[in-house]
């Protein structure tokens, strides 16, 4: 008992403020230290932006492949007091740990308990319960999805019911015993936590800091693509798309930018904060890809063509080098937008078309998209068969997720098949990092040590 009360006092301790992004968010109170008791007070807690919105890892993103470090950058490179942290995971350190990413996760897992024992005790006849249930509900999944990228072997399903999961803290109480589980568990609680959501939440919600219906949907979809489940992962994303499927025409610039256009300057973000693709409204907390530090690979810049407008969306020059402006969270900074938004439904409910063979409607999906990112005339693509057409959307999603966090999900699933697997490389100082294979065991990250597994007995991920 001892023991889960000091790991949850560490949570709070290592917990770390964040600043609040809009003028509405703003204006919230500050209730890291309340216990709600009202359902306004549930839905203040849940509209705590800093905590709720903006604590998700991006230690799966700065391990991935999309940018590089300079030796320089490397040697310099700090986060508050987390310099070792952060460049044990550049290089995919096997002994690197996680501290932050694991405690700012699971705050927002103790955050929407509290919110749901609140709830136990009030009535339920105020319409705004409902929501305030769906959305606590919400909030858990999607920290204990983004949390089991990290800490969990990627799902397989003929493993999952014996691969050790993360802790599912179902309750606010410190005392409550914590135990791994399994991934097929851990899997099984976002994807019941989310579809009750789905029932609870309303289609048409205030800002897009609270989750609504489209993004229940949204949750869904990319989590069965995360297990290879892509019927169903096809089916939640179309299902998203009814209620919301507006893309950005990439052509359409102003300055600055509006929802519905990109910044026309060749500096600067490209995107406005909750622009109209954005169904739910998530950012990381690190402060490790910072524009100025975070040099694009080369050879990813070179996948996207002359006519490919995300050549200039996504990118500015930086000397003879190229750095992200594509953030849809609206700024350059190194907090990145990891929530819920229409292109990446599209990509999914192509990939799955493809997966279980209808060509035609993959390539649908894709050529939909990639009207909105092209200089027109835009020519349709076609495939010839339907991997053809997986090979095609596989790419895209690479180019158009970037910096989504989603790309280290992606390593861990599509490294299971041979077609699809890369060995990641760095080198750092003329010294050659052991490279990271496809499966490697580094693809799972340690829990931390000291803070968790000395503290509770949990068994660590292996090395």
């Not at 007070?41 to 705590?48: E, F, N, S």
Request: aromatic share 10%; glycine share 4%.
């Amino acid at each position: 008992m001892m023991k889960n009360k000091l790991i949850f006092i560490i949570i709070l301790l290592l917990f770390l403020q964040t600043g609040c992004k809009s003028d509405f968010l703003d204006q919230r109170p500050n209730l890291a230290q309340v216990t709600p008791a009202t359902l306004a007070d549930c839905q203040a807690l849940l509209d705590d932006y800093s905590r709720m919105n903006a604590s998700y890892p991006d230690h799966g993103e700065v391990a991935s492949d999309s940018y590089y470090f300079t030796d320089a950058v490397y040697n310099s490179l700090s986060d508050a007091n987390n310099t070792a942290e952060n460049k044990n995971n550049y290089i995919w350190h096997a002994q690197g740990e996680h501290v932050a990413q694991w405690s700012r996760g699971y705050q927002v897992v103790y955050n929407a308990n509290l919110v749901l024992s609140t709830l136990e005790k009030l009535s339920a006849d105020d319409p705004n319960y409902k929501i305030i249930k769906g959305s606590a509900l919400f909030i858990r999944a999607f920290a204990f999805y983004h949390l089991a990228q990290l800490f969990c072997k990627p799902y397989t399903a003929g493993t999952a019911g014996t691969d050790l999961g993360i802790p599912l803290r179902m309750t606010p109480n410190p005392q409550e015993v914590s135990s791994r589980g399994t991934v097929k568990q851990v899997y099984d609680r976002i994807t019941t936590d989310l579809n009750e959501a789905v029932a609870l939440l309303p289609v048409e919600v205030q800002v897009k800091s609270r989750p609504s219906k489209a993004a229940a949907y949204g949750a869904l979809a990319r989590t069965y693509l995360s297990m290879e489940d892509y019927g169903n992962a096809a089916k939640l994303a179309n299902e998203c798309l009814k209620l919301q499927s507006t893309l950005i025409d990439y052509n359409a610039t102003s300055n600055p930018a509006t929802s519905t256009t990109v910044n026309s300057s060749a500096t600067g973000p490209s995107f406005m904060r909750f622009n109209t693709e954005v169904i739910f409204q998530a950012v990381t907390i690190s402060g490790t890809l910072r524009q100025s530090n975070a040099l694009i690979h080369p050879d990813l810049y070179s996948m996207y063509s002359l006519s490919d407008r995300r050549r200039a969306v996504f990118f500015q020059s930086s000397g003879a080098n190229f750095v992200f402006r594509g953030n849809y969270d609206g700024t350059t900074n190194p907090v990145l937008f990891m929530g819920l938004a229409t292109n990446e439904m599209y990509l999914i409910r192509a990939e799955c078309y493809a997966r279980v063979g209808n060509t035609v409607l993959a390539m649908n999906d894709l050529n939909t998209l990639m009207a909105k990112r092209m200089v027109p005339p835009y020519v349709n693509r076609t495939a010839s068969s339907a991997n053809h057409a997986l090979v095609q959307i596989l790419t895209e999603r690479q180019k158009e997720l970037i910096f989504r966090t989603l790309r280290w999900t992606d390593l861990r699933r599509l490294n299971k098949d041979p077609q699809f697997s890369v060995v990641l490389r760095r080198n750092m100082n003329t010294i050659p990092y052991t490279p990271l294979q496809p499966n490697d065991l580094r693809y799972t990250f340690l829990i931390p040590t000291r803070e968790v597994i000395d503290l509770t007995g949990m068994e660590q991920n292996p090395r």
